[in-house]
């Protein structure tokens, strides 16, 4: 077609040339800038201390129970007595007496377990099949299969790393939650005063006691709560692609997360469960040896320490409290797993779980 000069003067073709399109700029383009301006081992930190931390307060009356059961402090008790038993005495605070010492430590805990076990397993990764064998940019790229036995390392070296660098607030944790008179005489009702007392009394060696039986317990704990994890995962989307011909790069459903991670706390928690309860003890051999002064000091090193408790009460009490625990981690765990996921997909962050 061919436009005469005359047209130009046309009224209809003026009109419409001085009509000027607009376009707004999309907020979502611009707020996902901001995000990915953050260094992803930043957003990564954020991410786990925000899980560990919703996870960890959905089941601190669960925990209480569990520690007291632990160090000898209850005996036959139900859990629902238990509860019942701590809420008449201390109220409804004293369901969560050492929540907050808990939630202090399970957010660098959580940081730095989730943020280290994506440095480790990139490095792992790297290691093992060779530089670049992870897409730089998964949500576009064909997801890369890894053995979950590299998933066992890295969540191995991070949960130790991470247990290493928070333990004194466990410690505190596990004291305040033992103390469970409100009058009690070894400090213990604030995060503070029990931090002093320990300080005082135990010196720093002291706060670090049990953290031999700690690392034996986290090692094979946190390698095996990734290792099933993601074990779960892969043969989830292995069926799936095979029956539906499933996008490889699709996240895990919501329900799948929960009953996966779930499944994943509740095998890792059975198999270093002994190893718990010694380290409990050792936490609170300070506070009258356990509960019972009668006790001698435990031996030092984690093997003989199960020993000396398993032949002066018998072998079950090394599993004392497990069906509390039971009641905790899979909720715990599945609810970590689950928000971690979620949040590193708002984050902008490739998801390895």
């Not at 009224?11 to 979502?28: G, L, Q, T, Y």
């Not at 033992?178 to 005082?200: D, K, V």
């Not at 996008?247 to 779930?262: D, I, K, T």
């Amino acid at each position: 077609m061919v436009v005469e000069p005359d047209d130009l003067n046309n009224k209809p073709m003026a009109e419409e040339s001085r009509h000027v399109v607009v376009v707004e700029p999309d907020p979502n383009i611009n707020r996902h800038h901001r995000i990915e301006a953050v260094p992803v081992f930043v957003r990564e930190i954020i991410t786990g201390g925000i899980a560990g931390a919703a996870a960890k307060t959905s089941v601190a009356p669960l925990e209480r129970c569990k520690i007291l059961f632990q160090t000898g402090r209850l005996h036959g008790a139900s859990v629902t007595t238990t509860l019942v038993s701590i809420n008449r005495r201390e109220g409804i605070k004293g369901l969560f007496k050492g929540n907050g010492a808990s939630v202090l430590r399970i957010i660098p805990y959580a940081s730095i377990h989730f943020g280290l076990y994506e440095h480790y397993r990139r490095a792992f990764v790297d290691a093992w099949y060779g530089a670049g064998y992870l897409p730089e940019n998964p949500a576009s790229s064909p997801a890369a299969i890894v053995s979950p036995v590299v998933d066992l390392l890295a969540g191995s070296g991070a949960g130790a790393t991470a247990v290493l660098m928070t333990y004194p607030l466990d410690f505190v944790r596990t004291r305040l939650a033992y103390t469970m008179e409100t009058n009690s005489n070894h400090g213990g009702q604030t995060i503070r005063a029990t931090l002093r007392e320990a300080m005082r009394g135990e010196g720093l060696v002291g706060m670090y006691r049990g953290i031999g039986p700690s690392l034996y317990g986290i090692l094979p704990y946190a390698g095996l709560k990734f290792y099933v994890y993601q074990q779960l995962k892969q043969l989830h989307f292995s069926r799936a692609r095979v029956h539906t011909h499933a996008n490889a790069n699709a996240r895990l459903p919501v329900p799948y997360m929960l009953m996966f991670g779930g499944i994943a706390g509740l095998v890792a928690q059975t198999a270093t469960y002994p190893i718990d309860v010694v380290r409990r003890r050792m936490q609170v051999e300070g506070l009258g040896k356990s509960g019972n002064p009668a006790a001698p000091l435990l031996p030092r090193t984690t093997p003989k320490a199960l020993l000396h408790i398993a032949r002066r009460e018998g072998w079950s009490v090394l599993w004392s409290g497990l069906s509390i625990n039971y009641l905790k981690v899979v909720p715990s765990t599945a609810i970590g797993f689950t928000l971690y996921d979620m949040l590193k997909q708002k984050l902008r962050l490739p998801s390895n779980l």
